[in-house]
């Protein structure tokens, strides 16, 4: 969750804000010069809501407004047409989700969450407090691009354009352009068609610059880093049970888990998906080495019904199951560094009768979700892991890209990637969100523009079709408010 001193200070900072305001509003001797104040600098500040407005970047709006007007035309008829398509497959995304959702909540799985293309987001809870950076730049980044698409796509239209502002509401920042209305009124339906849709479509635009950014990555980065020779790890959590003298530390590099490869992240996820699921893989030890390491000792059963057979607390020692001669299920007590060292591994005993020496398939009797799994990351010694692979997983964090270079920070390729991955996400979501036709959302006035070309010979009536685009408002702004609040709910209540 988040941290109670982070909203304390975003709270006592809103309510500090807001009373210094409000007395200065209220002097009369400092009222008029403050107000000055405000205006000159383009603030305004009200609850939990900070905006800032702007002409300086009007120039720079207009040239890039005027600037080939016919390819600004191509573009923006295409984003017209995206915009509109994005305004319908809004409404059938919103849905499906909406469905999943009642799904989830009815089966008390949550397994299915991740399988959502859209998440409500909660800082603290599916959002890491470490990566709020990257959260809250990809948000302004998206908003930015978003508002630019509006500002050109107006000036080319020949619409007034004021202003160009940032605003920060509680912790989320965002930005907007001020149009001049009456300009915007007057124009065609098409016209307002291509401002109103030129924002999803530049969010659009950004997240397939993103994706080809994140594509592109290991060639961007090639002459610094090479990939495809394992998976460097990059830290490694305090109580992660791969930290530790015989564990894992920043700079290693893993190459493979068990006998499953690792030549990247995906790789190494990929191993522990596939390890977590299938049966413990087995070792195969000499009979005489099986002998010499065994320790006497009485096995009992476990809560599930498996067997423990070492009782002396050691954090060396697993209980060992094997097949004796009479094909009845044994017990043995062993170190388990000694016992598996230079060790292939096995499924049954054939897989050990290879070199004609007496030989047995030994398997690690844990826990039913905990498994055994050797870790190897070259010139260090394996690491020998007993617990639950998303432990690992969740607690170890690695980059596929290696540096060629000591000084090269392992972090850098990790930290585009990341960002890339959040600009991806929100800039896509921000465009779906957008056109969904809800209330006070660009969807509204791309659905007005759009019923006002398309349906005007069917419904001469204006008042009949604002009756219609009224009534799809209303069920837009219901379907999205109830993805919102289940969404928040599965979240939180999880």
Same mark, same amino acid.
């Given at each position: ?5 982070v909203?304390?200070c975003?709270?006592g900072?809103?309510c ?9 509003k ?9 107000e000055?104040?405000l205006?000159y600098y ?5 609850p939990?809501?900070?905006?800032w407005q702007?002409a300086?970047f ?12 016919r390819?600004l035309y191509?573009?923006?008829?295409m984003?017209?047409?995206f915009?509109i398509?994005?305004?319908f497959?809004?409404?059938i995304?919103?849905?499906k ?15 299915g ?5 859209l998440q409500?987001?909660?800082p603290g809870?599916?959002?890491?407090i ?5 959260f ?6 998206s908003?930015v691009i ?12 020949q619409?007034?354009f004021n202003?160009f502002?940032i605003?920060?509401f509680?912790?989320? #920042?965002g930005?907007f =352009?001020?149009?001049f209305?009456?300009? +915007?009124?007057? &124009? *065609?339906?098409?016209q !307002?068609l ?6 999803v479509w530049?969010?659009?635009?950004l997240g397939?610059?993103?994706l080809v ?21 990059t ?5 992660s049970p791969?930290?530790?003298p ?10 493979s888990?068990?006998?499953? #490869?690792?030549?990247? =992240?995906?790789?190494?996820n990929?191993? +522990?998906?596939? &390890? *977590?699921?299938?049966p !413990?893989?087995?070792?195969?030890i ?17 809560l ?9 607390n050691s954090?060396t020692d697993?209980?060992?199951?094997y097949?004796?001669n ?9 170190p ?9 591994l096995c499924r ?5 009768q290879?070199?004609?020496v007496?030989? +047995? ?12 799994i050797?870790?190897?990351h070259p ?6 892991f ?7 997983q ?13 000084f ?13 991955k959040?600009?991806?996400?929100l800039?896509?979501a921000?465009?779906?969100?957008n056109?969904v ?13 759009f019923?006002e ?8 009536e ?8 009224f009534l ?12 919102v609040?289940l969404g928040?709910?599965?979240v939180t209540?999880r």
């Amino acid at each position: 969750m988040i941290p109670m001193p982070v909203v304390v200070c975003v709270l006592g900072g809103w309510c500090a804000l807001y009373l210094a305001d409000t007395a200065l509003k209220s002097s009369s001797s400092l009222r008029a010069s403050y107000e000055d104040w405000l205006t000159y600098y383009g603030l305004t500040v009200s609850p939990f809501h900070m905006r800032w407005q702007t002409a300086l970047f009007n120039r720079l709006f207009y040239s890039w407004g005027r600037w080939k007007p016919r390819l600004l035309y191509l573009w923006f008829n295409m984003g017209m047409i995206f915009g509109i398509a994005a305004m319908f497959g809004s409404v059938i995304l919103l849905g499906k989700t909406l469905l999943q959702t009642l799904s989830q909540m009815l089966s008390e799985s949550p397994t299915g969450q991740n399988d959502q293309m859209l998440q409500v987001v909660v800082p603290g809870v599916n959002l890491p407090i470490s990566q709020l950076s990257y959260f809250f730049t990809a948000i302004l980044i998206s908003g930015v691009i978003h508002e630019v698409g509006h500002g050109v796509a107006a000036i080319r239209e020949q619409v007034r354009f004021n202003g160009f502002g940032i605003f920060i509401f509680i912790v989320y #920042p965002g930005a907007f =352009v001020d149009l001049f209305t009456t300009h +915007l009124q007057l &124009i *065609s339906p098409v016209q !307002q068609l291509r401002i109103f849709c030129a924002g999803v479509w530049h969010n659009f635009v950004l997240g397939v610059a993103g994706l080809v950014v994140l594509f592109l990555l290991p060639a961007i980065l090639f002459p610094l880093y090479y990939t495809n020779a394992g998976a460097l790890v990059t830290e490694v959590a305090e109580d992660s049970p791969a930290n530790g003298p015989r564990g894992l530390f920043v700079g290693d590099l893993v190459t493979s888990l068990q006998d499953c #490869p690792v030549n990247s =992240v995906e790789d190494w996820n990929s191993c +522990l998906g596939k &390890i *977590s699921v299938k049966p !413990q893989t087995g070792y195969c030890i000499k009979t005489s080495v099986l002998q010499q390491l065994s320790y006497p000792s009485r096995g009992f059963k476990r809560l599930d019904g498996t067997i423990e057979c070492c009782n002396n607390n050691s954090l060396t020692d697993v209980c060992f199951s094997y097949i004796n001669n009479l094909n009845s299920h044994q017990y043995a007590c062993l170190p388990a560094r000694k016992a598996i060292e230079a060790s292939q591994l096995c499924r049954t005993d054939v897989d050990c009768q290879k070199d004609f020496v007496p030989s +047995l398939c030994v398997t690690p009797s844990l826990e039913n979700q905990t498994r055994f799994i050797r870790v190897k990351h070259p010139p260090q010694v394996d690491m020998l892991f007993v617990g639950h692979p998303l432990h690992l997983q969740y607690t170890v964090s690695l980059s596929s890209f290696v540096p060629r270079h000591n000084f090269l920070s392992v972090d850098l390729p990790v930290v585009v990637e990341t960002f890339c991955k959040y600009l991806i996400s929100l800039s896509g979501a921000l465009a779906v969100i957008n056109a969904v036709p809800c209330f006070a959302l660009d969807g509204q006035w791309i659905l007005n523009s759009f019923l006002e070309a398309t349906l005007n010979t069917l419904i001469v009536e204006k008042q009949n079709r604002e009756l219609v685009g009224f009534l799809i408002l209303l069920a837009g702004s219901t379907l999205l408010a109830a993805n919102v609040a289940l969404g928040l709910w599965v979240v939180t209540a999880r």
